[in-house]
């Protein structure tokens, strides 16, 4: 496991657009019927990484309190699942059951999605207004495995509370960490 952190994508950048396939419902789902009126939050993230498991919950929380706010949430994985079988398609609907996802967990077959959000870590979160550009990315909050911080989610909840106020966010924002993503080996 490489700790790697987010590579901070350009605030103001657009959301790239996609078609993935959802590994819950099978169906493919496009970014545009995903996004929400008020905004976006697209999360990568995988089954395995211990990072991802220690903040599931929180983040299940978080979209549970900001859907119903006109915000749409979206998880997606990218990883090499030839070299990473945990992080396989059934796998990740098993995943979604369990932890009781309430938003799509799409499949990055050919990992040009993350490539497009130069996503570089799981967890991996991007906000996006609803206009869908970029004004957050970064951390959920400080909480890491074994750091003894609890999980609140305070870094986007503060992200997404200025942008439903229509505040302006501060431009310095911690980056997430996590394992890299799993990139196919060339």
Not at 43 to 55: A, E, G, L, R, S
Not at 157 to 171: S, V
Request: charged residues 20%; contains cysteine.
């Amino acid at each position: 496991m490489a700790l790697t952190p987010s590579n901070m994508l350009s605030l103001g950048t657009k959301a790239p657009d996609f078609s993935l396939q959802d590994t819950v419902s099978a169906n493919i789902l496009s970014l545009h019927e995903l996004k929400g009126e008020n905004g976006t939050v697209i999360m990568f993230i995988c089954n395995h990484c211990p990072f991802v498991k220690h903040v599931n919950q929180g983040m299940v929380e978080l979209a549970k309190d900001y859907q119903s706010k006109g915000i749409g949430f979206v998880a997606i994985s990218s990883n090499d699942v030839e070299n990473y079988p945990a992080d396989a398609p059934h796998l990740m609907k098993e995943n979604a059951k369990k932890e009781g996802f309430t938003f799509p967990y799409l499949y990055d077959k050919t990992q040009e999605i993350a490539k497009a959000y130069d996503a570089a870590c799981t967890p991996d979160f991007y906000i996006f207004d609803g206009d869908l550009k970029l004004i957050y990315r970064g951390q959920l909050d400080d909480s890491r495995p074994n750091n003894g911080i609890p999980v609140t989610g305070s870094d986007m909840r503060n992200a997404l509370d200025a942008l439903l106020n229509g505040e302006q966010l501060p431009a310095h924002q911690k980056p997430s960490i996590g394992c890299n993503i799993k990139w196919f080996k060339v």
